[in-house]
């Protein structure tokens, strides 16, 4: 009799329980629904203000990096206000409180375990707000040139000259230096080449810098400059500098290759002599064997 009177006042106690909580299930029940609502109406509210955004901000913002990153924020800005609300609504602010003391103690945890990560984050965020690396810039950091193909959280996408792609975490540019040679449209080159030493020097710079004057637009204060550099072994070193239009890195090669087509020919038409080493290799005789041919040259 005890046990089973035992089993019954626990299965009633059981009830009781369970219809409190059925009691208090529907007395939430139009909170839960509302705060479903919330979300899903935040959720439209941030769709369409990602839509609105981006179409905004295509005509005002050039940088598709910052269009990028701002469409996100916004977006993921406006659920958190959704969930918010939704806690608020069905009565949870201990909760939230509660949540939001973890989360802080979480991700403090999380920050020093991903440090490297959050760096890569982070330097998405400002490289994407920088006016000094756009999207189909050519740049160069460390080993590695490239057009940048896209800007994310984490990474560059490098799309090099051979069409093969290279991933550069982003702390590589926000810690180190790059190159841009898309930011200004006029760069400054050389072409270096040398002559013999019997030319005469003063016609030598003359010659090439009429060459470059004429065959390249110079804009104002932008002048050819030419400048002996170096006696060698058997001539006489020269480099001459110039400015041409320039945002990526095939003009750089397109003038050079023009530049020395242009000298060379020019250097023949007026005699004056490109030199090169010029070596002999005898092998395959002993030394004994060039004894013997060496006696036998005196002999005759």
């Given at each position: 009799?005890?046990?089973?009177?035992?089993?019954?006042?626990?299965?009633?106690?059981?009830?009781?329980?369970?219809?409190?909580?059925?009691?208090?299930?529907?007395?939430?029940?139009?909170?839960?629904?509302?705060?479903?609502?919330?979300?899903?109406?935040?959720?439209?509210?941030?769709?369409?203000?990602?839509?609105?955004?981006?179409?905004?901000?295509?005509?005002?913002?050039?940088?598709?990096?910052?269009?990028?990153?701002?469409?996100?924020?916004?977006?993921?800005?406006?659920?958190?206000?959704?969930?918010?609300?939704?806690?608020?609504?069905?009565?949870?602010?201990?909760?939230?409180?509660?949540?939001?003391?973890?989360?802080?103690?979480?991700g403090l945890a999380i920050g020093l375990a991903l440090q490297g990560t959050l760096?890569?984050?982070?330097?998405g965020v400002v490289l994407s707000f920088m006016h000094k690396i756009r999207i189909?810039?050519?740049?160069?950091?460390?080993?590695?040139?490239?057009?940048?193909?896209?800007i994310t959280l984490r990474n560059v996408v490098l799309r090099q000259t051979d069409?093969?792609?290279?991933?550069?975490?982003?702390?590589?540019?926000?810690?180190?230096?790059?190159?841009?040679?898309?930011?200004?449209?006029?760069?400054?080159?050389?072409?270096?080449?040398?002559?013999?030493?019997?030319?005469?020097?003063?016609?030598?710079?003359?010659?090439?810098?009429?060459?470059?004057?004429?065959?390249?637009?110079?804009?104002?204060?932008?002048?050819?400059?030419?400048?002996?550099?170096?006696?060698?072994?058997?001539?006489?070193?020269?480099?001459?500098?110039?400015?041409?239009?320039?945002?990526?890195?095939?003009?750089?090669?397109?003038?050079?290759?023009?530049?020395?087509?242009?000298?060379?020919?020019?250097?023949?038409?007026?005699?004056?002599?490109?030199?090169?080493?010029?070596?002999?290799?005898?092998?395959?005789?002993?030394?004994?064997?060039?004894?013997?041919?060496?006696?036998?040259?005196?002999?005759?």
């Open positions: 009799m005890d046990a089973s009177f035992k089993i019954e006042e626990t299965l009633n106690q059981l009830w009781d329980k369970i219809g409190v909580w059925m009691n208090a299930f529907i007395l939430k029940l139009p909170n839960f629904i509302m705060a479903i609502l919330i979300m899903v109406l935040f959720y439209f509210i941030a769709r369409s203000i990602k839509r609105f955004l981006r179409k905004f901000l295509l005509h005002r913002v050039a940088q598709k990096s910052i269009q990028n990153i701002t469409v996100k924020i916004a977006f993921i800005v406006i659920l958190l206000m959704g969930f918010f609300i939704s806690l608020s609504v069905l009565g949870l602010n201990k909760v939230l409180t509660s949540v939001l003391a973890g989360a802080g103690v979480l760096s890569n984050t982070f330097g189909n810039d050519y740049i160069e950091t460390g080993e590695v040139k490239g057009f940048v193909s896209e069409n093969n792609y290279v991933i550069v975490p982003n702390s590589k540019f926000v810690d180190n230096y790059f190159t841009n040679y898309s930011i200004s449209t006029r760069s400054r080159i050389a072409v270096k080449c040398f002559v013999s030493y019997e030319s005469d020097l003063q016609k030598v710079e003359d010659l090439v810098i009429r060459i470059i004057s004429e065959n390249f637009e110079r804009n104002e204060g932008e002048n050819v400059e030419f400048f002996f550099t170096e006696f060698g072994d058997y001539s006489i070193s020269f480099m001459c500098r110039f400015w041409i239009d320039m945002v990526k890195i095939k003009e750089e090669h397109d003038a050079r290759h023009k530049a020395i087509k242009l000298i060379k020919s020019h250097f023949e038409a007026e005699g004056i002599v490109i030199p090169y080493p010029i070596r002999t290799i005898e092998y395959g005789k002993k030394s004994s064997d060039l004894g013997r041919d060496t006696n036998h040259q005196e002999n005759m």
